[in-house]
């Protein structure tokens, strides 16, 4: 008995840990999708048409809000003020390894990632074959 509650406290403290290392500030570094079997990075073509993108920001709350910071990029401001409405009332939870990022009205419907976090990188990978998603925290 102590042996799974030593083990379920263990869990527990892991779980905890990655949420909160998961929280704060986000650049993504790169998007690797696949389309008719080849894969092409999304983020690079995004910076092809507007390199301001590179410094928008992805903002990982502890309050479970996910938003998109586009306030410091030096994008003009209708493209701004689109990106940030487009995550205005996204949400994130964590269960194991997966971060589900969804809407306030339905945080458990949305996009499911498996995910680690290694140093100053963190690596998403879709569940249901959205791609990966590399971030480095700022």
């Known amino acids: 008995m102590i042996r799974y509650v030593y083990l379920f406290i263990l869990l527990s403290f892991s779980v905890t840990s990655l949420a909160q290392n998961a929280v704060g500030r986000w650049k993504v570094l790169s998007e690797i ?25 992805y903002v990982i709350n502890i309050d479970g809000t996910y938003r998109l910071d586009a306030s410091q990029s030096g994008c003009d401001d209708k493209y701004k003020k689109i990106q940030e409405k487009l995550y205005s009332e996204s949400v994130w939870t964590i269960s194991g ?22 140093g100053n990188k963190m690596v998403w990978i879709g569940t249901e074959g959205q791609g990966t998603i590399t971030y480095q925290k700022l």
Do not use: M
Request: hydrophobic share 35%.
């Open 33 to 57: 999708n696949e389309y008719q079997g080849e894969k092409f990075d999304s983020h690079i073509a995004l910076l092809s048409q507007r390199p301001c993108a590179t410094a928008i920001q």
């Open 97 to 118: 390894n997966i971060i589900t990022i969804g809407h306030k009205k339905a945080p458990s419907v949305g996009q499911k990632y498996a995910f680690t976090i290694t």
